[in-house]
């Protein structure tokens, strides 16, 4: 109840009690609190407000003083002061004008449900509320299980539920207080929060591969959220290894017998889950490489055969990855049946002791007791022996002992069938050794999809399956071994539909611990390498071309059309912004490799080595020729092509 009739006007209030106001208003500048709601509730400009009630001010007038005759002049009553102050919870201020009021709880947390027990999920909000009467107004502080909520200072309650040690008993302690001291308290009834049931969810995995030196100690561990509380219990090999029951494996003073494959069951009352597994491995001396080498084949473009789209994007991309990581990448496109075999030789040439080599293969090809990769050129009833298949490949690069191979075909391993290709069930196959010095140590070999199962294309995508999951480990530096399991899994985790029909497999003889990223130890390269060099060496040339019978003159430039492709050339004309530019051969080929863009005046062209003349760049203005004039293309290209179309 207020001190003073409620309907008296300010200029009335005892002088005393007046001084009291202007002190207490003026404290902690309160007087601005009071101005700014003011100013809010008569649609004053707050900034000139304040400014008014400072700048009027003198050696006897302060801001609050200002204030109290602004609101005398506005006929302001002790009500609405007083309504005002508790607007702006200034209790202090509001305590010199009424007297004390006894504190009261009106309002539980309960009340909104009519119940004390509440059941939410993860991430759902728990609010709650509760209101207190008193003079000096009452302040407000939320408890959960007698532990003080930080910020949590207001008469409601709103918190988002993250964790099961949310749950149990909430109230709220209402008390008053003056001069920072407390004179009264209550609390509120509890409302007691219960957690529904969530499945176990795997927030942190362990990590895929750990690699630890011997006698050191380490760790494994995984971050879960469930509700309630998870079991753990940790494996090896799918062998439980007793004790290890709780979110964090310890393993001290490691050493051999410790290498496996680690991971963790978790249950709760409403689900059961598997952590990924954890391959920790000796962290064994690095390998070195004499040198490493690559070699890409791409066939999409096929002349009696489906076409592929994504084989020369597969390629590039693995190609592009692998000389990030220091490999000499030999890549071609769209190769014949002997272009292939002569490639595979010039790599075979290079892949001597002390060298890692690898060979990706994206195309078509079968399975027929062994893998065969088919050239653009196969046949469109072809028999085995218009194939390569895989013992000659690995006869020819198994030759010279290089210290690790790794082959991989990314294709189909199906059986031709015999209504459309009857003739290469009734062959007799020739049967290729490969042998080796070393009894074929070190050798990878890796298939996109299992025997006789398809290797997919997808749909509107710009890379392979097998490809595209490849190329997300082909570079990491971890074992090659590790490479092709993480494929596997990758690609297992994402196949749908008929897609689950392609299995990636792979075979090895490695007896070391092998990377792909090793480094190279620099020595005296071999001739077989220099000679490599020399043939795969590539230089963009720009240079002056004249049209004699116009008269004029353009620069051409020749470059790789696409990265890392030694076999497809780029021919771009400039300086003739006003003329029609258009390419020709000057002999027809078999099969045109020959296209020019929609620019007009730049080409491209795949194996140019094939071309038997030069190529025609002729110019015109309005649809009518002017000139022309012959390009000797075959000056500019590496040397290799030369030496895969002999």
Same mark, same amino acid.
Not at 384 to 401: F, Y
Not at 479 to 503: A, H, M, Y
Not at 514 to 536: C, E, G, Q
Not at 631 to 636: A, D, E, M, R, V
């Given at each position: 109840?207020?001190?003073?009739?409620?309907? @008296?006007?300010?200029?009335?209030?005892?002088?005393?009690?007046?001084?009291?106001?202007?002190?207490?208003?003026?404290?902690?500048?309160?007087?601005?609190?009071?101005?700014?709601?003011?100013?809010?509730?008569?649609?004053?400009?707050?900034?000139?407000?304040?400014?008014?009630?400072?700048?009027?001010?003198?050696?006897?007038?302060?801001?609050?003083?200002?204030?109290?005759?602004?609101?005398?002049?506005? @006929?302001?009553?002790?009500?609405?002061?007083?309504?005002?102050?508790?607007?702006?919870?200034?209790?202090?201020?509001?305590?010199?004008?009424?007297?004390?009021?006894?504190?009261?709880?009106?309002?539980?947390?309960?009340?909104?449900?009519?119940?004390?027990?509440?059941?939410?999920?993860?991430?759902?909000? !728990?609010?709650?509320?509760?209101?207190?009467?008193?003079?000096?107004?009452?302040?407000?502080?939320?408890?959960?299980?007698?532990?003080?909520?930080?910020?949590?200072?207001?008469?409601?309650?709103?918190?988002?539920?993250?964790?099961?040690?949310?749950?149990?008993?909430?109230?709220?302690?209402?008390?008053?207080?003056?001069?920072?001291?407390?004179?009264?308290? !209550?609390?509120?009834?509890?409302?007691?929060?219960?957690?529904?049931?969530?499945?176990?969810?795997?927030?942190?995995?362990?990590?895929?591969?750990?690699?630890?030196?011997?006698?050191?100690?380490?760790?494994?561990?995984?971050?879960?959220?469930?509700?309630?509380?998870?079991?753990?219990?940790?494996?090896?090999?799918?062998?439980?290894?007793?004790?290890?029951?709780?979110?964090?494996?310890?393993?001290?003073?490691?050493?051999?017998?410790?290498?496996?494959?680690?991971?963790?069951?978790?249950?709760?009352?409403?689900?059961?889950?598997?952590?990924?597994?954890?391959?920790?491995?000796?962290?064994?001396?690095?390998?070195?490489?004499?040198?490493?080498?690559?070699?890409?084949?791409?066939?999409?473009?096929?002349?009696?055969?489906?076409?592929?789209?994504?084989?020369?994007?597969?390629?590039?991309?693995?190609?592009?990855?692998?000389?990030?990581?220091?490999?000499?990448?030999?890549?071609?496109?769209?190769?014949?049946?002997?272009?292939?075999?002569?490639?595979?030789?010039?790599?075979?040439?290079?892949?001597?002791?002390?060298?890692?080599?690898?060979?990706?293969?994206?195309?078509? %090809?079968?399975? @027929?007791?062994?893998?065969? @990769?088919?050239?653009?050129?196969?046949?469109?009833?072809?028999?085995?022996?218009?194939?390569?298949?895989?013992?000659?490949?690995?006869?020819?690069?198994?030759?010279?002992?290089?210290?690790?191979?790794?082959?991989?075909?990314?294709?189909?391993?199906?059986?031709?069938?015999?209504?459309?290709?009857?003739?290469?069930?009734?062959?007799?196959?020739?049967?290729?050794?490969?042998?080796?010095?070393?009894?074929?140590?070190?050798?990878?070999?890796?298939?996109?999809?299992?025997?006789?199962?398809?290797?997919?294309?997808?749909?509107?995508?710009?890379? %392979?399956?097998?490809?595209?999951?490849?190329?997300?480990?082909?570079?990491?530096?971890?074992?090659?071994?590790?490479?092709?399991?993480?494929?596997?899994?990758?690609?297992?985790?994402?196949?749908?539909?008929?897609?689950?029909?392609?299995?990636?497999?792979?075979?090895?003889?490695?007896?070391?611990?092998?990377?792909?990223?090793?480094?190279?130890?620099?020595?005296?390269?071999?001739?077989?390498?220099?000679?490599?060099?020399?043939?795969?060496?590539?230089?963009?040339?720009?240079?002056?071309?004249?049209?004699?019978?116009?008269?004029?003159?353009?620069?051409?430039?020749?470059?790789?059309?696409?990265?890392?492709?030694?076999?497809?050339?780029?021919?771009?004309?400039?300086?003739?912004?006003?003329?029609?530019?258009?390419?020709?051969?000057?002999?027809?080929?078999?099969?045109?490799?020959?296209?020019?863009?929609?620019?007009?005046?730049?080409?491209?062209?795949?194996?140019?080595?094939?071309?038997?003349?030069?190529?025609?760049?002729?110019?015109?203005?309005?649809?009518?020729?002017?000139?022309?004039?012959? !390009?000797?293309?075959?000056?500019?290209?590496?040397?290799?092509?030369?030496?895969?179309?002999?």
């Amino acid at each position: 109840m207020a001190r003073f009739d409620e309907d @008296m006007y300010l200029e009335r209030i005892p002088m005393p009690v007046y001084r009291e106001l202007v002190y207490e208003l003026n404290k902690n500048s309160n007087w601005k609190i009071l101005a700014c709601h003011l100013a809010e509730q008569l649609g004053y400009s707050r900034n000139s407000w304040l400014q008014s009630l400072q700048q009027n001010t003198s050696s006897t007038k302060t801001p609050a003083e200002n204030l109290l005759f602004e609101l005398n002049i506005k @006929m302001c009553t002790i009500g609405i002061l007083c309504t005002l102050l508790k607007d702006c919870e200034l209790v202090n201020v509001l305590s010199i004008l009424y007297h004390p009021e006894p504190l009261a709880i009106v309002k539980h947390p309960s009340d909104d449900t009519g119940r004390d027990r509440i059941e939410l999920s993860f991430d759902q909000h !728990l609010r709650l509320s509760c209101k207190a009467t008193g003079i000096p107004l009452p302040t407000y502080k939320w408890y959960h299980n007698d532990t003080e909520l930080e910020e949590q200072q207001s008469h409601e309650l709103d918190i988002i539920i993250t964790s099961s040690s949310q749950a149990g008993e909430y109230k709220c302690k209402v008390s008053q207080m003056t001069n920072e001291n407390i004179i009264s308290m !209550l609390l509120t009834k509890s409302v007691f929060l219960s957690l529904s049931p969530v499945p176990v969810v795997v927030q942190q995995q362990p990590p895929a591969l750990l690699e630890i030196k011997e006698g050191q100690d380490f760790t494994i561990s995984c971050t879960v959220h469930s509700h309630p509380e998870p079991c753990y219990q940790w494996f090896r090999d799918n062998t439980r290894l007793e004790g290890e029951t709780s979110s964090v494996l310890h393993i001290k003073q490691f050493n051999s017998k410790f290498e496996g494959k680690y991971y963790c069951y978790i249950t709760n009352s409403v689900s059961e889950v598997f952590t990924q597994r954890c391959h920790v491995l000796m962290d064994l001396p690095r390998e070195k490489a004499v040198a490493k080498i690559a070699l890409i084949i791409a066939n999409g473009d096929y002349e009696n055969h489906k076409c592929l789209k994504t084989p020369k994007n597969d390629a590039a991309k693995i190609g592009n990855l692998l000389k990030e990581i220091g490999f000499k990448v030999i890549c071609f496109m769209n190769l014949s049946f002997e272009q292939m075999r002569k490639a595979m030789k010039i790599f075979s040439d290079v892949l001597t002791e002390g060298v890692y080599g690898l060979f990706y293969y994206a195309g078509h %090809g079968f399975k @027929m007791q062994e893998s065969y @990769m088919l050239a653009v050129d196969a046949p469109e009833s072809y028999l085995r022996k218009d194939a390569i298949c895989e013992s000659e490949l690995l006869a020819m690069l198994l030759q010279n002992d290089p210290a690790l191979l790794v082959t991989i075909l990314d294709m189909c391993q199906t059986v031709p069938p015999k209504e459309c290709n009857p003739d290469i069930h009734n062959e007799i196959p020739k049967v290729k050794e490969f042998k080796s010095r070393k009894n074929l140590r070190n050798l990878v070999q890796a298939y996109s999809t299992s025997s006789h199962r398809p290797s997919y294309e997808r749909i509107n995508s710009k890379y %392979g399956l097998y490809a595209t999951h490849l190329s997300k480990y082909i570079s990491k530096d971890i074992p090659v071994t590790k490479i092709f399991e993480e494929v596997g899994k990758s690609i297992d985790i994402w196949l749908k539909g008929t897609e689950r029909n392609q299995i990636p497999m792979f075979a090895l003889t490695i007896t070391k611990p092998f990377r792909l990223t090793d480094a190279i130890y620099k020595r005296n390269p071999s001739f077989a390498l220099n000679n490599l060099n020399k043939l795969v060496t590539f230089s963009t040339n720009s240079f002056e071309i004249n049209f004699k019978q116009a008269a004029i003159s353009a620069k051409v430039t020749i470059s790789l059309f696409m990265e890392p492709y030694l076999n497809i050339i780029k021919v771009s004309v400039c300086n003739l912004e006003d003329l029609e530019v258009n390419f020709f051969n000057s002999v027809p080929t078999k099969q045109n490799n020959l296209f020019q863009t929609a620019l007009k005046q730049e080409c491209w062209i795949c194996n140019p080595q094939m071309c038997q003349g030069p190529l025609v760049v002729s110019v015109s203005k309005n649809g009518s020729p002017i000139g022309a004039t012959l !390009l000797h293309i075959k000056n500019y290209i590496p040397l290799i092509l030369e030496n895969i179309n002999s």
